[in-house]
């Protein structure tokens, strides 16, 4: 097969997806329009959303570390703030030897790619050392270390030492404009900046997807389930839970760069822990448990927060709204704004069992996996999806218990306390209780 007649064949596949109901393709298609609609806006909500985007990859970046291996962090604002920092000193120190090397015109363009890149590279050598000693601790104590680092952080900043970071003031960013081919731009233009954000945060989520949806996620899944089960079928947690504290400071690393971009200055409370609290805070209102939940926490807290800023005297006690809306989350929307949403969408409209009903991004509320290909979905106790091959059959409904050719073996019943050990059904397939 010819590589345009491949090509036609997956753009035929995509739209067959986006016309057969909501799908992902759907809600993909529908974003990409609104997102070039919103770009002619008014300039403020421009602006606006695109802080949401860079809160969303902070967010999302931050999950990939809380969401799929459990470990709650409160110093990934460091994180944050190392991206910004690592932009600002190369727009602030090599922009005169850039112009000279490839000349005034690209001279602003060119330092900006490197300044992300420092900032990127800066938060990965720094989080191997401190991801190498926090993930030695759990729950509460891995909590408190990195809080610990991130005010290190703080202070290291504010400290300016040999006046690299000018201490509170921060470092102002400008990012010039770059002429080329008779054409010019300013990198900093309200609606290119946009633009440059929205491709940028697309890419982060589309890595993140990958990630989580990967081999090394499907670890990652299992070790926040049980991190002594995974230890038992010979998982490296340790190794594990290293490399994915590295690939989430990356990520936030990334989101560090574009909000010191957009807010044209490298503030050093980037790091302070009241940042890092941000990406806890939307993480928790979108659902830590799917994909999508920190986006749409991010969402809710920014334009939350924003409205509430219209009205002077709401603004003055804007913490105790907050505190409200966590604790009506917390108390009647477990899994978060999207499993409150799912919810509702299942209670008005059905569970018609389409892709977007489960948490991890993975389109189900228990998916068992044989090499990467879906065999068999328990939902509330019913087998809905045939035959499990060679599959475990999670959610609450069948624990421990592993369906191969047809035979349960050593399944627990715990919705009805009736526990069934070596049934075999007629027609090899595997029944959760």
Not at 160 to 168: A, D, E, K
Not at 173 to 187: C, D, K, P, S, Y
Not at 375 to 402: K, P
């Amino acid at each position: 097969m010819s590589a345009d007649t491949e090509s036609a064949g997956r753009v035929r596949e995509f739209g067959t997806a986006v016309a057969d109901g909501w799908t992902r393709e759907r809600f993909g298609v529908l974003a990409a329009v609104g997102a070039i609609l919103l770009s002619f806006g008014p300039s403020f909500q421009v602006f606006l959303f695109t802080e949401f985007l860079i809160i969303a990859l902070f967010a999302l970046g931050f999950n990939l570390l809380y969401g799929y291996t459990g470990l709650l962090s409160f110093g990934h604002g460091m994180f944050y703030a190392g991206g910004a920092y690592g932009l600002a000193i190369v727009l602030r120190d090599l922009t005169p030897f850039v112009a000279d090397v490839v000349g005034a015109g690209l001279a602003p363009l060119v330092t900006f790619g490197l300044g992300a890149f420092a900032g990127v590279a800066l938060v990965v050598v720094v989080a191997i050392p401190v991801g190498w000693l926090s993930v030695r601790l759990e729950e509460i104590y891995f909590a408190l270390i990195t809080l610990a680092f991130g005010m290190l952080a703080f202070s290291f900043i504010i400290q300016n030492p040999g006046g690299l970071t000018n201490g509170t003031d921060g470092i102002i960013i400008l990012l010039g404009t770059v002429e080329v081919a008779g054409m010019e731009f300013r990198i900093g233009d309200r609606r290119l900046y946009y633009f440059l954000t929205v491709g940028v945060v697309a890419a982060g989520i589309y890595a993140v997807w990958r990630i989580v949806n990967s081999p090394f996620g499907t670890v990652c899944k299992a070790i926040r389930e049980s991190p002594d089960r995974a230890a038992a079928l010979g998982i490296d947690v340790t190794h594990h839970r290293w490399m994915t504290f590295i690939l989430s400071a990356a990520v936030v690393a990334v989101a560090g760069v574009l909000r010191a971009g957009l807010a044209s200055v490298a503030s050093p409370y980037l790091s302070h822990w009241s940042t890092s609290a941000i990406a806890v805070v939307a993480t928790v209102i979108g659902g830590a448990t799917y994909f999508a939940g920190p986006i749409v926490g991010a969402f809710v807290y920014l334009y939350v927060r924003w409205g509430i800023s219209r009205f002077p005297a709401l603004e003055a006690h804007w913490e105790l709204f907050f505190g409200a809306l966590l604790i009506g989350i917390v108390l009647y929307f477990k899994a978060g704004a999207v499993g409150g949403l799912l919810l509702l969408r299942d209670r008005f409209f059905g569970d018609d069992g389409d892709e977007g009903s489960g948490g991890d991004g993975d389109g189900g509320d228990a998916v068992a996996t044989d090499g990467g290909e879906t065999v068999a979905t328990a939902t509330d106790g019913t087998a809905t999806d045939g035959t499990a091959t060679g599959a475990t059959a999670t959610d609450g409904t069948a624990t421990d218990g592993t369906a191969t050719d047809g035979t349960a073996t050593g399944a627990t019943a715990t919705d009805a306390g009736v526990a069934d050990t070596d049934r075999t059904t007629d027609d090899h397939r595997g029944e959760g209780s």
